[in-house]
């Protein structure tokens, strides 16, 4: 009885050295395309991004028994321009400035395109006060009632009451302010006009430990060795290898564990055994 107790123990002494000695692998990007800090600019994908934020978070718990769990998570950006376009059709109207304009094209082959001013009509005759606040329409035509001081009316043709609308013209090439930018023809046909201008837009690349990103065509895992360092490779492979190695690692230490506890209760009962009295 007495050997196979020392034995158990002699096991139970081996796998808990063994695991107590034992080195867990970690995961060691080799050659990182990317090893930087925040506000650090980098080179991914063939464009220059800038570590906009490297965060630390607690996640889990919540008082019912979980552990919390920390993670690490980050974030890529980059400014680029990029142009845009917009097409006025012929006939639409489009807001210039503080004012409405007509977009109208001449000609099926036309070079330019002409803004003509939308007068405001109900605004100018609420301003005067002599004019009737709508118009009269008749047989041969629109009119404005006019009521001079001596109280006569008087109906004027809406040509003749009303300014003259405002036009300009643009070419293909020419600039004019829209939208608080400065935008450019690059276009005019027979329907309408197409305007260019360029804009600063952000990307953003975000990513937590471990994870996989895809940027210019090229995948990326993403390591945190800490809470200020991002690491980013493009050898999947390495990495995947490295992952294998610490579930192999994990699976050894926890088969040691169990052959730990075992050992030490097939000890401890073996050792009760031996002070139960014999029947014989």
Do not use: C, K
């Amino acid at each position: 009885m007495a050997v196979f107790v020392a034995l158990f123990l002699a096991v139970a002494g081996v796998a808990g050295a063994l695991t107590a000695t034992a080195d867990s692998p970690e995961i060691t990007l080799e050659n990182p395309e990317v090893d930087a800090s925040q506000g650090d600019s980098v080179e991914v994908g063939g464009e220059s991004y800038v570590v906009a934020d490297i965060s630390e978070t607690e996640e889990g718990g919540g008082g019912h028994g979980g552990a919390a769990t920390t993670v690490i998570t980050g974030t890529l950006e980059r400014e680029f321009t990029a142009e845009t376009s917009e097409t006025w059709a012929n006939g639409s109207t489009a807001t210039v400035g503080d004012r409405e304009w007509r977009v109208e094209v001449t000609g099926e082959n036309a070079t330019e395109f002409t803004l003509v001013e939308v007068l405001d009509r109900q605004a100018i005759l609420g301003a005067d006060d002599a004019a009737e606040n709508e118009t009269v329409t008749l047989d041969d035509g629109e009119y404005v009632a006019v009521t001079d001081d001596s109280g006569e009316r008087t109906l004027v043709p809406v040509d003749e009451y009303f300014p003259a609308p405002e036009q300009r013209s643009y070419e293909v090439g020419e600039t004019l302010e829209y939208d608080g930018q400065t935008v450019t023809v690059d276009g005019v046909t027979a329907d309408g006009a197409v305007l260019v201008w360029e804009t600063t837009e952000t990307e953003t690349v975000e990513f937590s430990q471990h994870s996989v990103v895809t940027i210019g065509g090229t995948d990326y895992v993403a390591h945190f060795p800490d809470a200020s360092t991002l690491r980013m490779s493009s050898d999947i492979e390495a990495y995947e290898a490295q992952v294998s190695e610490i579930d192999q690692f994990n699976q050894y230490n926890s088969g040691l564990s169990r052959v730990l506890v075992l050992s030490v209760l097939s000890s401890i009962m073996l050792a009760g055994l031996a002070f139960i009295p014999s029947r014989y």
